[in-house]
């Protein structure tokens, strides 16, 4: 006798869906020093291609999926400042 598991349609959508607070680095940004702001967001938007702050703000938290050479980006320029926990809300 096989049982099947029982799945809701909540449950479904879980495992489907990610968080963006994984996609998200504003922990590293909040760690980033008032003197060291603007000289982060423009080598970050450098990296990222962006020109827009609003797009810098959607990456920031987490709304776009960075690819892994844009998070290896990502984690290069927040190294620079001395942050290294980088992903999170």
């Given amino acids: 006798m096989v049982f099947q598991k029982e799945t809701t349609k909540n449950s479904l959508y879980k495992q489907q869906s990610m968080s963006k607070e994984q996609f998200s680095f504003n922990k590293g940004w909040s760690q980033v020093k008032n003197g060291d702001v603007r000289k982060c967001r423009k ?19 987490g709304d776009v999926e960075p690819k892994v050479s844009e998070a290896k980006a990502i984690e290069s320029i927040f190294a620079e400042f001395g942050i290294k926990e980088v992903w999170g809300a």
């Fill in 43 to 61: 080598k970050l938007m450098e990296a990222l291609g962006i020109t827009t702050r609003m797009a810098f703000l959607n990456r920031l938290r």
